[in-house]
């Protein structure tokens, strides 16, 4: 089964580098395209790009992103100016197929490859999205009211559901080429017969009528079978389904940066460190051609000595504030200043330490064989209850309605942001911190045993550990526990 992938920039020449399709920043939306092509080449060997010129050069003789394959398609987009059709070059790149495939979007990430009964079915979709969410049948009315000519079989539908349902696009394909070349006619005549209104309408949201909508009817109509990456009833189009893990676990199934999914800061993070995982000269490479040309960092991760001399503060929104105070504990009491200073000095050692963990977390399905404890340049306070309902009502937009349990300030010298950064923790981690302050080094059984003690209600370790594992990942990640092996001398 072919593999293949399209990315068209509407950016001039010039500005490709810089397009950031989307993301974050442009450096965002190349690794999240390494990312996944490394991922697609991982499961199925090749994976073709289809893009337009200007794209190829930068793809394949900068970056040097290890497509196999890549395919120039022309600048017709010109013709469909103002329109907001994006998703027609992936459409032409669907016409081109003449065996059974897979399209891929640039920003999908296959961290399991889908099974062979599905791979074999006529054709291949991401999930049903089993909810309209406001914009399917809205955007139907929208453009039926300005004129706009559906097929009948489209109008059936509408008329007889009040919930338009789609198949999510993210990837595509399958093995019956003739069905899928009728599909595309259908979206071809369907543009043509409506190209003035569209223009006049300039509403991007008709990509999903037409790409996504007329799939999953003519599936319907046609009675084809179907492999589904996720299946289901309570798939929704507000993407509460996905598998969004963004932990430092060993992944499976798969993760669409989908809608404003790709406009998170954690996603950011997640990409930068998982393609540093699986290529570091690939990430290397991108970080250094983007920093040469002007692309400033959000994060200073993982490339440190690129972006050491220029990184700037560009996260002002994360939820951190300096100013918050607490009763420090003892042993934990390091002054802010202090932790300026300890990380001005050793921000280089503090990177690749960083690195080096997070690498390690990607590869350990589970850490029943490590132990952990307390960072020792970090400082750890209490605050109070209501001071912390008040800060995190205040600065995460969430209504939170009560907390059981202390809660802890912890600063961080934070080599990512170059700034020490203060977390509240409360909860199990909570629990853990006061665990490692009370009984020195831990695993996490013995970890569970005293979040068990000191929370009865909770019941059977057991079920405690995969949350304890998730915990402690995390903890690991922002540099308030350190690990070692198990067999490791204390």
């Known amino acids: 089964m072919n593999i293949v992938q399209t990315f068209y920039s509407y950016a001039k020449e010039s500005e490709v580098l810089v397009d950031p399709a989307g993301f974050l920043s442009p450096d ?6 390494a ?32 497509y196999d394959n890549i395919v120039i398609i022309p600048d017709f987009m010109e013709m469909y100016d103002g329109c907001n059709l994006w998703a027609l070059p992936k459409i032409y790149t669907y016409s081109k197929q003449i065996a059974p495939f897979l399209h891929v979007d640039c920003d999908w990430f296959m ?3 889908p099974s062979e009964k599905q791979l074999k079915a ?7 999205e089993y909810d309209d969410q406001m914009y399917n049948r809205r955007t139907l009315e929208k453009f039926l009211s300005n004129g706009c ?24 394909g399958g093995n019956d080429i003739g ?14 017969n409506n190209l003035t209104i569209i223009r006049k309408m300039n509403d991007g949201f008709i990509n999903t009528i037409y790409e996504q909508l007329f799939f999953y009817l003519m599936v319907k109509e046609n009675g084809k079978s179907v492999g589904f990456c996720t299946e289901g009833d309570k798939l929704s189009t507000k993407f509460d389904w996905l598998p969004l893990d963004l932990s430092y676990t060993p992944k499976s199934g798969y993760m669409h940066l989908l809608a404003d999914v790709k406009r998170r800061f954690n996603t950011y993070v997640f990409v930068s460190r998982y393609l540093d995982s699986l290529s570091p000269e690939l990430s290397h490479r991108i970080t250094k051609i983007c920093s040469e040309n002007g692309i400033n960092p959000l994060i200073n991760y993982p490339h440190w000595g690129i972006y050491s001399s220029k990184f700037t503060h560009c996260q002002h ?35 690749s330490d960083m690195r080096s963990v997070v690498s390690l977390l990607y590869t350990l399905p589970n850490l029943r064989e490590y132990e952990f404890e307390l960072a020792e340049n970090i400082r750890i306070s209490e605050m109070s209850i209501d001071k912390a309902l008040f800060f995190l009502k205040d600065k995460l937009g969430k209504q939170v309605s009560e907390i059981h349990d202390k809660v802890y300030v912890v600063s961080i010298p934070d080599s990512m942001l170059m700034k020490v950064v203060n977390l509240l923790v409360v909860g199990i981690r909570v629990n853990i911190i006061d665990g490692i302050i009370s009984n020195g080094i831990q695993n996490i059984e013995q970890l569970a045993a005293y979040v068990t003690n000191a929370n009865p209600s909770i019941g059977k370790t057991e079920w405690l550990i995969p949350q304890l594992d998730n915990a402690i990942r995390g903890m690991l990640v922002s540099g308030i526990l350190k690990i070692k092996p198990c067999n490791s001398s204390r």
């Open 317 to 351: 929104h994360l939820n951190h504030d300096s100013n918050i105070k607490g009763c420090p504990l003892s042993g934990f009491d390091n002054d802010l200043c202090y932790l300026d200073r300890y990380l001005f000095d050793n921000a280089e050692i503090i990177s």
């Open 35 to 66: 990312l996944s092509c490394l991922l697609l080449k991982k499961h199925f060997g090749s994976v073709t790009l289809y893009c337009n010129q200007r794209v190829s050069k930068v793809v394949s003789e900068l970056f040097k992103i290890p």
């Open 179 to 192: 069905f899928i070349q009728s599909y595309i006619k259908e979206i071809n005549d369907f543009i043509d």
């Open 149 to 172: 000519l559906f097929p009948d079989w489209v109008l059936k539908d509408y008329n007889a559901h009040p919930i338009l349902r789609v198949i999510n696009a993210g990837i595509i």
């Open 28 to 33: 965002m939306n190349w690794k999240s395209m």
């Open 111 to 113: 961290f399991e490859k």
């Open 122 to 128: 006529d054709v291949f979709g991401q999930n049903i």
